[in-house]
C-alpha cells in the first residue's frame, strides 16, 4: 500500500496569512494526487485534484503544486472560513489512501 | 444539482449486519465509478470499495474484505454497501462519493452527507 504523510499534523495562523502544508507519498505517484477540505460535522469537500488542477468554484489563493513523491497545497491569504482540517489522498492505485490530516486553526 | 444522500445507519452489535444506501440525483449514475469511504470519530479518512459504472469491476480495502459487499442499482440511481460481521472497529461515519476521472487519474466529488454506523454491543 502507498503511505500518505502530511505535515504538519497541526497548523496555527493568522487571517491573511500564506500557508503551506506537505504531503509525500511513500512510492512515486506521479500526479494522482488531490487535496480535499474538512469543516467540523461536514463531509470533504475537494479542492485540487491531479496534483495542481483548481475544483471549481474553489477560490483560486487555493493552489497545488508537486508531482512524483512530494506535493504541497498552499493558501495564499487566509480567510476565516479556511481554518478546517485538510486531507491528501493518492488515485495511483487501489487501495486508495489519505494522509492523516493537517488541522489548520487559528492563532 | 449532483446530490448523494446516504441512509442506513446506525446502532448494531457486533457480529451483526447493516446495509448501507446511498440515492444519487441531477447527474447520470450510470456512467460513474463510485466509492465508500469512512471516518472513524476524531480520526481521518479510510477508503473502503469501489465498484465501476457498470458493476463489473469492484475493490476492497483489507480491512473489510471478505465482510463487506459494494454494489449498485443503475435503475435506481443507487449505491450499497452490505456490512456483515460487524466490528468495534467498523464504527464510523460512512460516505459515498462519486468517482471522477481525467486522463486515468481520480478523485471524489461530491461526497454524500455520511451516515453513522456504530457497532457495540
Known amino acids: 500500500d502507498i503511505q500518505m504523510t502530511q505535515s504538519p499534523s497541526s497548523l496555527s495562523a493568522s487571517v491573511g496569512d500564506r500557508v503551506t502544508i506537505t504531503c509525500r507519498a511513500s512510492?512515486?505517484?506521479?500526479?494522482?494526487l488531490n487535496w480535499y477540505q474538512q469543516i467540523p460535522g461536514k463531509a470533504p469537500n475537494l479542492l485540487i485534484y491531479?496534483?495542481?488542477s483548481l475544483q471549481s468554484g474553489v477560490p483560486s489563493r487555493f493552489s497545488g503544486s508537486g508531482s512524483g513523491t512530494d506535493f504541497t497545497l498552499t493558501i495564499s491569504s487566509l480567510q476565516p472560513e479556511d481554518f478546517a482540517t485538510y486531507y491528501c489522498?493518492?488515485?495511483?492505485?487501489?487501495?486508495?489512501?489519505f494522509g492523516q490530516g493537517t488541522k489548520l486553526e487559528i492563532k | 444539482q449532483v446530490q448523494l444522500v446516504e441512509s442506513g445507519g446506525g446502532l448494531v452489535k457486533p457480529g451483526g449486519s447493516l446495509r448501507l444506501s446511498c440515492a444519487a440525483s441531477?447527474?447520470?449514475?450510470?456512467?460513474?465509478?463510485m466509492s465508500w469511504i469512512r471516518q472513524a470519530p476524531g480520526k481521518g479518512l479510510e477508503w473502503v470499495s469501489y465498484?465501476?459504472?457498470?458493476?463489473?469491476?469492484?475493490y476492497y480495502a483489507d480491512s473489510v474484505k471478505g465482510r463487506f459487499t459494494i454494489s449498485r442499482d443503475n435503475a435506481k440511481n443507487s449505491l450499497y454497501l452490505q456490512m456483515n460481521s460487524l466490528r468495534a472497529e467498523d464504527t464510523a461515519v460512512y460516505y459515498c462519493?462519486?468517482?471522477?476521472?481525467?486522463?486515468?487519474?481520480?478523485?471524489?466529488?461530491?461526497w454524500g452527507q455520511g451516515t453513522l454506523v456504530t457497532v457495540s454491543s
Open positions: 462519493a462519486r468517482q471522477n476521472f481525467q486522463l486515468l487519474k481520480g478523485w471524489f466529488d461530491p
Open positions: 441531477g447527474f447520470t449514475f450510470s456512467d460513474y465509478y
Open positions: 465498484i465501476s459504472s457498470s458493476g463489473s469491476t469492484i
Open positions: 512510492q512515486s505517484i506521479s500526479s494522482y
Open positions: 491531479a496534483a495542481s
Open positions: 489522498q493518492q488515485s495511483y492505485s487501489t487501495p486508495y489512501t
